[in-house]
């Protein structure tokens, strides 16, 4: 069973940057697209970026179009999104996710993800 564990979340000041990541527990890593969403309470869940097996191809939500970077290390089993210029409308949980097909395209909606990490907050103050 494919378990997700994200980490680095925390506080900071708004237009300061923050780095979350997410290690993945099996050898299918390198074959699995990826996902970062997050939710804030009382809102629903959203996508933030993805990234593709091979991380030659990235997708990103259009509220951190140019702020937000997603990035992969095959070799650590590590996904990462490096957040800059951040905005309090930025606070929430933030999730690693993965679909169960291998290779495949990058997926924007949550339902088309089948595994999740339990979140790492990360909360941005005016």
């Known amino acids: 069973q494919v378990q997700l564990v994200e980490s680095g979340g925390g506080l900071v000041q708004a237009g300061g940057s923050l780095r979350v990541s997410c290690v993945y527990s099996?050898?299918?890593?390198?074959?699995?697209?990826m996902g970062w969403f997050r939710q804030a309470p009382g809102k629903e869940r959203e996508f933030v970026a993805a990234i593709n097996w091979s991380g030659r191809s990235t997708a990103y939500g259009d509220s951190v179009k140019g702020r937000f970077t997603i990035s992969r290390d095959n070799a650590k089993n590590m996904v990462y999104l490096q957040m800059s210029s951040l905005k309090p409308e930025d606070t929430a949980l933030y999730y690693c996710?993965?679909?169960?097909?291998?290779?495949?395209?990058?997926?924007?909606?949550?339902?088309?993800?089948?595994?999740w990490g339990q979140g790492t907050q990360v909360t941005v103050s005016s």
């Open positions: 099996e050898r299918t890593f390198s074959s699995r697209a």
């Open positions: 996710a993965a679909p169960d097909r291998l290779y495949s395209t990058l997926y924007t909606h949550p339902s088309l993800y089948d595994y």
